[in-house]
């Protein structure tokens, strides 16, 4: 195919995002002739962005807010994107331009088009992120999108008690409420109202900014926002000589698993026996050292 294909990370904001350095480090690599950039997008404005689009366009890497957006549009969803109803890779199937998305331009309702497709790569993300380290308590900050992400990921790396700690009462507790089992405790609390942090082996933050109140670091932290690096969270753990995992890494196995998708659907140049590849290029890209737990540079 010698039509040069067009993909995007899309979100509000996204000027800060890495994804497209990423992306671009991988496809050079593939030898694919794909454009990678970084577009900003508001949910009122998704399925007219969408509906706009030529057949160039291939898929998207969607960070917030736009997550349940991509997943009402898409027709089809992959299966962790079903489970959780958020998808953060929406991409296209198949050469045929797609119009029917304006159905859902002004309507709300979900796109008719066989074309459009949704999955969910942030749970591949979080298991890569956290596959060297050993837990079975966790505070979890926030309770949006990633943090329920995270709360599934959890669930199959075998934590036992999950404290979701959120402004957000509601979508905490629904969070907690929909993975609460026997063998899995989950429960919600607010975020003034933390129990004791040495309860825990792992934090896990998904809030912007400087979530409050700063807590006396124990353990590892997992600190899924990764610009501006380091955070205070992260300053503060590292300080103390706790082990530190970065929200890069995350964006990192995320996004190979993205490449994976982008590049099945739209070359013959992709196998898994690339991942360890294309993640060491993704890594040395951001001046990520996994043998490190954190870096200062990327």
């Known amino acids: 195919m010698n039509?040069?294909?067009?993909?995007?990370?899309?979100?509000?904001?996204?000027?800060?995002?890495?994804?497209?350095?990423?992306?671009?480090?991988?496809?050079?690599?593939?030898?694919?002739?794909?454009?990678?950039?970084?577009?900003?997008?508001?949910?009122?404005?998704?399925?007219?962005?969408?509906?706009?689009?030529?057949?160039?366009?291939?898929?998207?890497?969607?960070?917030?807010?736009?997550?349940?957006?991509?997943?009402?549009?898409?027709?089809?969803?992959?299966?962790?994107?079903?489970?959780?109803?958020?998808?953060?890779?929406?991409?296209?199937?198949?050469?045929?331009?797609?119009?029917?998305?304006?159905?859902?331009?002004?309507?709300?309702?979900?796109?008719?088009?066989?074309?459009?497709?949704?999955?969910?790569?942030?749970?591949?993300?979080?298991?890569?992120?956290?596959?060297?380290?050993?837990?079975e308590r966790v505070l979890l900050l926030g309770s949006g999108a990633t943090a329920k992400n995270c709360v599934y990921a959890l669930s199959i790396l075998g934590a036992k008690n999950v404290v979701i700690a959120a402004r957000n009462q509601v979508s905490a507790a629904e969070i907690a409420s929909e993975f609460n089992s026997e063998k899995f405790s989950t429960k919600a609390v607010q975020l003034s109202n933390i129990p004791g942090s040495n309860n825990f082996d792992l934090v896990i933050n998904t809030i912007p900014g400087n979530p409050e109140p700063f807590l006396n670091p124990v353990g590892a932290l997992f600190e899924v926002i990764y610009n501006p690096w380091p955070t205070k969270l992260a300053a503060l753990w590292s300080r103390a000589g706790h082990f530190v995992i970065p929200g890069i890494d995350m964006l990192i196995h995320q996004a190979v698993s993205q490449v994976a998708i982008f590049a099945t659907e739209n070359s013959e140049k992709w196998s898994q026996s690339l991942v360890p590849e294309i993640t060491e290029i993704m890594a040395r890209v951001v001046n990520r050292d996994f043998n490190l737990p954190w870096s200062k540079n990327f």
Do not use: C
Not at 3 to 27: D, I
Not at 33 to 52: C, G, K, R
Not at 68 to 97: H, I, M, P, S, W
């Open 3 to 135: 039509t040069r294909l067009k993909f995007a990370v899309l979100g509000n904001p996204v000027a800060h995002s890495l994804s497209p350095r990423l992306h671009q480090a991988a496809y050079k690599y593939l030898g694919l002739n794909f454009e990678y950039s970084a577009i900003e997008v508001d949910e009122s404005a998704f399925a007219p962005f969408i509906t706009s689009l030529d057949d160039s366009w291939r898929g998207f890497s969607v960070t917030m807010p736009l997550k349940k957006v991509a997943y009402d549009l898409a027709f089809e969803r992959d299966e962790l994107a079903k489970k959780l109803e958020v998808a953060n890779t929406f991409y296209r199937v198949g050469n045929e331009v797609n119009a029917s998305v304006a159905e859902a331009n002004t309507t709300g309702n979900k796109a008719t088009s066989i074309h459009w497709h949704a999955s969910n790569t942030d749970i591949a993300g979080i298991l890569g992120a956290l596959r060297d380290i050993k837990f």
